[in-house]
């Protein structure tokens, strides 16, 4: 079952590493984050058989200290993920360049924005700025790190200009970030009643075909949403008819049906050729 568990665990992980670096956490904050959520869902299981909880139950189901759990229980949520994961030395290597071009003096211009800097060269420069921030990384991954996330501008004559504060995938606005935690914790929470309950009569299907028209595609998704609204609304109303027609014999006890629909597109992208890869990296001198 261990086995079993790490390799789904693995599969889980991915995406939700892929989303802390569109969102410019670092992976240190993503265990930060992890450490509290263990611990709140550990006290949250206990409070379900028990009015108090119990800190040497939790430190044994988490493996965490008793010192550590009791000082995440006694912070307010919010304030424990926030003061937790804004520590310098546990962003991302990105944010934390950046960061320092926003608020070190020998980085910024007299109005406190940050200057635009030669790439290489005397004085105060990205390459000095990299040096002092970035922990031994190459200036030149760097720079090209922070090009990708469209973070930095490459300006003629060697130089860069700022253009964000954090280094995040341009899609992840923080409307966006906020509406995949809130649909992510609703699809896994119901995955996770699923394996507690076999037996709960829930199933997850996942389907995926090919469409060829964007017009076809935004009716298809909008009769498939309707048709799900449809059923539910008819199993409310009357689901004693439903579940005779459906052949299942009807009882009169109560029950919460959850149903999440989860519909993503994307256009199919042609495997790049080694001609058209790489075509905006320059050679950059480190003369003056």
Do not use: Y
Not at 182 to 198: F, I, V
Not at 202 to 213: L, M
Not at 228 to 245: M, Y
Not at 258 to 280: C, F, K, W, Y
């Amino acid at each position: 079952m261990r086995a079993a568990a790490r390799e789904a665990l693995g599969e889980l992980l991915e995406p939700l590493a892929g989303f802390a670096l569109d969102a410019g956490l670092s992976i240190h904050e993503v265990e930060s984050l992890l450490r509290i959520a263990a611990v709140r869902s550990a006290a949250k299981r206990q409070r379900e058989f028990s009015r108090r909880v119990n800190i040497s139950g939790v430190a044994a189901s988490t493996g965490l200290s008793r010192a550590e759990i009791s000082r995440i229980l006694k912070s307010p949520a919010r304030t424990e993920a926030t003061t937790t994961t804004t520590k310098a030395r546990e962003q991302q290597a990105t944010n934390r360049i950046l960061s320092a071009w926003h608020e070190d003096p020998q980085f910024t211009k007299s109005n406190g924005q940050p200057a635009e800097l030669k790439i290489f060269g005397a004085g105060a420069t990205f390459d000095a700025l990299v040096k002092q921030h970035g922990r031994g990384l190459p200036t030149r991954a760097m720079l090209d790190e922070l090009a990708r996330a469209q973070a930095l501008e490459v300006l003629p004559g060697q130089k860069v200009r700022a253009k964000a504060l954090v280094a995040a995938d341009r899609g992840a606005s923080p409307q966006a970030i906020k509406a995949f935690g809130q649909r992510a914790e609703q699809l896994l929470s119901t995955l996770l009643a699923t394996m507690r309950d076999p037996d709960g009569h829930q199933f997850v299907t996942h389907i995926e075909g090919a469409v060829h028209s964007v017009e076809a595609l935004k009716v298809l998704q909008t009769e498939i949403a309707a048709a799900v609204r449809a059923a539910l609304s008819n199993a409310h109303s009357d689901g004693s008819k439903l579940a005779t027609r459906l052949g299942f014999v009807a009882k009169s006890e109560r029950c919460r049906l959850t149903n999440i629909i989860v519909s993503h597109h994307a256009e199919l992208q042609r495997t790049p050729t080694p001609s058209t890869m790489d075509t905006g990296r320059r050679n950059l001198r480190r003369g003056p």
